[in-house]
């Protein structure tokens, strides 16, 4: 009959939650997310730069404006979406005019308020760079295996408790 103070279980926790390692400190889950995000963010705008020649907030922006119904956003909604400051939005819509992919119009009914409107170049850019983003993020995300539901609704109850209530 084995006792618990027996010399074999001494200093060896009942519960595995104790053990060092077993449950992520949050310095160590904030490491990691910042890590993955840093890590796919640099891949990612690799890739698109050498197959592309776009960076990835290009990427994003075109994306943004392919999804509306008219392929055209005010400027600064489409940095909100993305996370950008709005200089750093202009900066990038700036870059996609000066390629020919996205035109600058003021929008309607308020001349302050600048929109992005797609061209037919950027509609044909951001068709073709998705298909490498795409399989790319697949591809890297398949290391989540099973966990990716679970990951997938950790970090939206995150990023929801975090946003901004301006």
């Known amino acids: 009959m084995s006792r618990p103070d027996d010399a074999l279980a001494r200093g060896i926790p009942r519960d595995p939650r104790e053990l060092p390692g077993a449950v992520p400190r949050p310095t ?3 490491l990691r ?8 963010t640099r891949r990612l705008d690799s890739a698109l ?5 776009i960076s990835l907030a290009g990427f994003e922006t075109l994306r943004r404006l392919a999804e509306t119904s008219d392929e055209r956003a005010p400027v600064n909604e489409v940095a909100d979406a993305l ?3 709005r200089a750093a939005g202009t900066s990038t819509v ?27 170049a950027g509609q044909e ?3 073709a760079a998705t298909a490498t983003h795409d399989e790319l993020v697949a591809h890297l995300l398949t290391l989540l295996q099973d966990d990716a539901a679970v990951v ?15």
Do not use: M
């Open 28 to 30: 160590e889950t904030w």
């Open 33 to 40: 997310i910042c890590q993955v995000h840093e890590r796919l």
């Open 49 to 53: 730069h050498r197959q592309h020649g």
């Open 83 to 85: 996370g950008l400051s």
């Open 94 to 120: 700036d870059r996609l005019v000066a390629h020919g992919l996205v035109l600058r119009e003021r929008a309607e009914g308020d001349e302050h308020l600048l929109s992005a409107r797609l061209t037919a």
């Open 125 to 127: 850019k951001v068709r």
């Open 152 to 166: 997938t609704d950790a970090l939206a109850r995150v990023s929801a408790a975090a946003r901004s209530r301006r």
